[in-house]
């Protein structure tokens, strides 16, 4: 059975439920997103593979056959996801998603609302994509002697493409570095990698993690670095410059940062400003390339810039992209 | 033996009916104070505290108005405030608030926290007007009941002596 895939049935409607559950109880495949539009059939990617499903919970590649998502149902959805309180989620509405309770995160798409150059809110909902928030214990072990140099952390950078696993491989680092008894802070700004609710951990992050659930990124790094005293902090999803800086101040305060960034490949990654203004102060120590969504939280490769190979291979990959 | 208690059963009928009238009139009034009490307390926990409105309910102090303990107790079965709500204005007698209320319900929890806020200021407004209304009448009108009441009570009770 698919436990998180059960969890996430108790948003859906009782038109989707059953079909869902079914899905779970069967376990025919980990399943990594559902994706639900309005007069759209009920879709879901497994193995980075877009499938449908029928009203019989039969996973088949005709969308003509699969069952179809109403209006309705994306509203139903939708409120329960937000507690049928969406003032209460307006800042996660702003960032276009809501995360659920075990860390699932729900992505929007419909009409935005702008106010004074922002988006205020989105309204008319037109298609719901949950991704899957998997635990995969161990898979960051192969990384475990690259990280932990002398009794402390070094700074690491996790990259792969959207689906790739880094929060996966984030939760692993957590738990595996407070198992062996370094004090770890995430800073949870999407409530993805310890999947909080109403203060309860709901990952096994081990026992010397501290989690700051839903706190902006710059705000937590220098909250842990001021209150909490960590041997190294994690964050997901660097992507800004003002969040690179904070890494920064992290790092000259003495304390290792593990962050995650979006890129397919060391190139794409040099191409990106906060990374840019990373490696110009030679942060991070570490970079780790994830596969693609089809394999979800495998290491493909290490840069260790301590080994001049690697150094020299980023260097010259950053020559060329430059 | 029978005739008196047939008398004093016949007199205290309409002695009843008016104290029960009175007594609706007050039970009235003091449900809308409970529902400004609800409103209000809506309006600043969604200004201040942002709680989802299961927990905010949850948290209303109990025991003091009838109407919330009731709403409290039906939200811990009930999946939405809107269909707790449903089932604790079988209670509610006057009308008028009970039409407001219902709008209230069908709009909470549907907006971003500024349209929440006027949306309870107009209901806090309306509700407002409604229990001023309540208060001259019910003021007035309770005594009535109760007099005609007891005087038709004892009218009936002369007339058949």
């Given at each position: 059975?698919?436990k998180?895939?059960?969890?996430?049935?108790y948003?859906?409607?009782?038109?989707i439920?059953?079909i869902?559950?079914?899905?779970?109880?069967s376990?025919?495949?980990?399943i990594?997103?559902?994706?639900?539009r309005?007069?759209?059939?009920?879709?879901?990617?497994a193995g980075?593979?877009?499938?449908?499903?029928?009203?019989?919970?039969?996973i088949t590649?005709s969308?003509?056959?699969?069952q179809?998502?109403?209006?309705n149902d994306?509203?139903?959805?939708?409120m329960c996801?937000?507690?049928n309180?969406?003032?209460?989620?307006?800042?996660?509405?702003q960032?276009?998603?809501?995360t659920l309770?075990?860390?699932?995160?729900?992505g929007l798409?419909?009409?935005?609302?702008?106010?004074?150059n922002?988006?205020h809110?989105?309204?008319?909902?037109?298609?719901?994509s949950?991704?899957?928030?998997?635990?995969?214990k161990g898979?960051?072990?192969a990384?475990l002697?690259?990280?932990i140099?002398?009794k402390?952390?070094?700074?690491c950078?996790?990259?792969?493409?959207p689906?790739g696993g880094?929060?996966?491989v984030?939760?692993?680092?957590a738990?595996n570095?407070?198992l062996q008894g370094?004090?770890?802070?995430?800073?949870?700004?999407?409530g993805?990698?310890?999947g909080?609710h109403q203060?309860n951990v709901?990952?096994d992050l081990?026992?010397?993690?501290?989690v700051?659930?839903?706190c902006?990124?710059?705000?937590?790094?220098?909250?842990?670095?001021?209150?909490?005293?960590?041997s190294v902090?994690?964050?997901?999803?660097?992507?800004?410059?003002?969040e690179?800086?904070?890494v920064?101040q992290?790092i000259?305060?003495?304390v290792g940062?593990?962050?995650s960034?979006?890129?397919?490949?060391?190139?794409?990654?040099l191409?990106?400003?906060?990374?840019l203004?990373l490696?110009?102060q030679?942060?991070?120590e570490?970079?780790?390339?994830?596969?693609?969504?089809?394999t979800?939280?495998k290491?493909?490769?290490?840069?260790?810039?301590?080994?001049k190979?690697?150094?020299?291979?980023v260097q010259?990959i950053?020559n060329?992209?430059? | 033996?029978f005739?008196?208690?047939?008398?004093?059963?016949l007199?205290?009928?309409?002695?009843l009916?008016?104290?029960?009238?009175?007594?609706?009139?007050?039970?009235q009034?003091?449900?809308?104070a409970?529902?400004?009490f609800?409103?209000?307390?809506?309006?600043?926990d969604?200004a201040?505290?942002q709680?989802?409105l299961?927990e905010?309910i949850?948290r209303?102090?109990?025991?003091?108005?009838?109407?919330v303990?009731c709403?409290?107790?039906?939200?811990?079965h009930e999946?939405?405030?809107?269909?707790?709500?449903?089932k604790?204005?079988q209670?509610?007698?006057?009308q008028?608030?009970?039409?407001?209320m219902?709008?209230?319900?069908s709009?909470?929890?549907?907006?971003?926290?500024d349209?929440?806020i006027?949306?309870?200021?107009?209901?806090?407004?309306r509700?407002?007007?409604?229990?001023l209304?309540?208060?001259?009448?019910a003021?007035t009108?309770?005594k009535?009941y109760r007099?005609?009441g007891?005087?038709?009570g004892v009218?009936?009770a002369i007339?058949l002596?």
């Amino acid at each position: 059975m698919q436990k998180p895939l059960m969890d996430v049935s108790y948003y859906l409607p009782p038109t989707i439920r059953p079909i869902i559950e079914s899905i779970a109880r069967s376990d025919p495949f980990p399943i990594q997103e559902i994706r639900l539009r309005v007069n759209q059939p009920l879709a879901i990617v497994a193995g980075g593979q877009n499938l449908f499903v029928t009203k019989q919970g039969e996973i088949t590649v005709s969308p003509s056959v699969g069952q179809k998502i109403t209006g309705n149902d994306i509203k139903h959805i939708f409120m329960c996801a937000c507690q049928n309180s969406v003032y209460a989620y307006n800042k996660e509405l702003q960032n276009g998603y809501i995360t659920l309770s075990g860390g699932h995160r729900m992505g929007l798409a419909g009409r935005i609302v702008y106010e004074n150059n922002s988006i205020h809110t989105i309204r008319d909902l037109s298609s719901l994509s949950i991704r899957i928030a998997g635990e995969k214990k161990g898979c960051s072990h192969a990384l475990l002697p690259y990280l932990i140099n002398n009794k402390s952390i070094r700074s690491c950078a996790i990259i792969s493409p959207p689906g790739g696993g880094k929060t996966t491989v984030l939760r692993d680092i957590a738990r595996n570095i407070s198992l062996q008894g370094h004090r770890v802070c995430v800073i949870d700004e999407r409530g993805e990698i310890a999947g909080c609710h109403q203060g309860n951990v709901g990952y096994d992050l081990g026992p010397s993690c501290d989690v700051l659930d839903r706190c902006d990124k710059t705000d937590g790094l220098q909250w842990a670095l001021r209150c909490l005293s960590p041997s190294v902090m994690i964050v997901d999803e660097l992507g800004s410059n003002r969040e690179a800086q904070a890494v920064l101040q992290g790092i000259s305060g003495g304390v290792g940062t593990i962050f995650s960034l979006h890129a397919a490949n060391m190139q794409q990654a040099l191409q990106r400003s906060p990374m840019l203004l990373l490696m110009r102060q030679r942060v991070p120590e570490l970079c780790v390339m994830l596969g693609s969504s089809q394999t979800p939280g495998k290491i493909v490769h290490i840069y260790d810039f301590s080994r001049k190979e690697d150094a020299l291979l980023v260097q010259s990959i950053w020559n060329s992209s430059a | 033996m029978f005739k008196a208690f047939g008398i004093l059963l016949l007199s205290t009928i309409p002695i009843l009916l008016g104290l029960r009238k009175s007594r609706q009139l007050v039970q009235q009034r003091e449900d809308i104070a409970g529902l400004l009490f609800l409103v209000n307390q809506c309006r600043q926990d969604i200004a201040y505290q942002q709680l989802p409105l299961a927990e905010l309910i949850s948290r209303l102090p109990r025991q003091r108005y009838k109407i919330v303990d009731c709403l409290i107790k039906h939200m811990q079965h009930e999946p939405t405030p809107l269909s707790a709500w449903n089932k604790t204005k079988q209670i509610l007698t006057h009308q008028p608030s009970l039409s407001v209320m219902n709008d209230f319900f069908s709009a909470l929890g549907t907006s971003d926290r500024d349209s929440q806020i006027k949306i309870c200021n107009m209901i806090a407004a309306r509700l407002e007007e409604l229990r001023l209304a309540l208060e001259s009448e019910a003021s007035t009108k309770a005594k009535l009941y109760r007099t005609v009441g007891i005087l038709a009570g004892v009218f009936i009770a002369i007339l058949l002596i």
